[in-house]
């Protein structure tokens, strides 16, 4: 098996070095159906930090652009059945600084510089996971408990399609209304300023759920206020 780091992901200047490690370690994670559902305290444990730093880590890769992620809650509820983790493949080219040739005066450009994360080479398969694409076995789906990651070999045979709907940005009381909901102190209008100049993206892919961006916000925010507690702490 392989850890695969692409040069798009390794050239990303606004990246540290452990976050560019961490987009290895979930292509090292990921099973056939190209996706992982490992926990932060999994993921810390193959990187060698602690599952706070795990979810700064992942916010940087989501807002750079490099991984989707989302959320199944059991029904009716706000609990976690399941995180997956998409490692999210594309073409460097806006990283190296090179103009794309069009493949004809049909292809927008921007198509064939970043093409989409379904396209190219899908990552390897998790070395726990033994399945033939091509002769696909039954297998009984697991559900854990929250906090939990399902055993290797047992991933669902046919992943339920999230329904889609049309994204329409919020409103500053919008935001200001979930944030207090959530009491995480984060300024709504900053939020919202920030996204709008941004057109509503997630680094280079458009914005699904605004809710979850305030929750990576608000994941970052305990981050930074641990890292600097622990500076704090040792400089006394």
């Keep these: 098996m392989f850890i695969v780091i692409p040069s798009v992901v390794k050239l990303d200047t606004e990246l540290p070095l452990s976050a560019q490690m961490l987009y290895g370690i979930i292509t090292w994670k990921c099973?056939?159906?190209?996706?992982t559902w490992a926990t932060n305290r999994e993921l810390g444990e193959a990187l060698g930090v602690s599952a706070k730093r795990v979810s700064a880590l992942l916010s940087q890769l989501e807002e750079r652009g490099h991984i989707e992620t989302e959320i199944e809650y059991k029904d009716g509820t706000r609990e976690i059945l399941r995180r997956y983790i998409y490692p999210v493949m594309r073409s460097a080219r806006g990283i190296l600084g090179l103009d794309p040739t069009p493949e004809n005066e049909d292809t927008p450009p921007s198509k064939q510089a970043y093409p989409s994360p379904?396209?190219?080479?899908?990552?390897?398969?998790?070395?726990?996971?033994?399945?033939?694409?091509?002769?696909?076995?039954?297998?009984?789906?697991?559900?854990?408990?929250?906090?939990?990651?399902?055993?290797?070999?047992?991933?669902?045979?046919?992943?339920?399609?999230?329904?889609?709907?049309?994204?329409?940005?919020?409103?500053?009381?919008?935001?200001?209304?979930?944030?207090?909901?959530?009491?995480?102190?984060?300024?709504?209008?900053?939020?919202?300023?920030?996204?709008?100049?941004?057109?509503?993206?997630?680094?280079?892919?458009?914005?699904?759920?605004?809710?979850?961006?305030?929750?990576?916000?608000?994941?970052?925010?305990?981050?930074?206020?641990?890292?600097?507690?622990?500076?704090?702490?040792?400089?006394?």
């Excluded at 984060?186 to 709008?196: E, R």
């Excluded at 997630?202 to 641990?226: C, F, H, I, L």
């Design 31 to 35: 099973n056939s159906y190209a996706y």
């Design 118 to 236: 379904g396209a190219g080479i899908p990552p390897p398969e998790n070395a726990e996971v033994i399945c033939n694409i091509n002769n696909k076995k039954n297998n009984t789906p697991y559900s854990p408990p929250q906090g939990d990651s399902a055993p290797a070999g047992s991933a669902p045979e046919d992943k339920p399609e999230p329904s889609r709907r049309r994204f329409v940005p919020p409103s500053v009381e919008q935001v200001a209304a979930y944030c207090r909901e959530r009491g995480n102190g984060i300024d709504p209008d900053a939020f919202v300023n920030y996204y709008t100049s941004k057109g509503w993206t997630v680094g280079r892919s458009p914005m699904k759920d605004w809710k979850a961006a305030v929750r990576t916000w608000e994941q970052r925010r305990r981050a930074e206020r641990k890292e600097a507690d622990d500076e704090d702490d040792l400089f006394q």
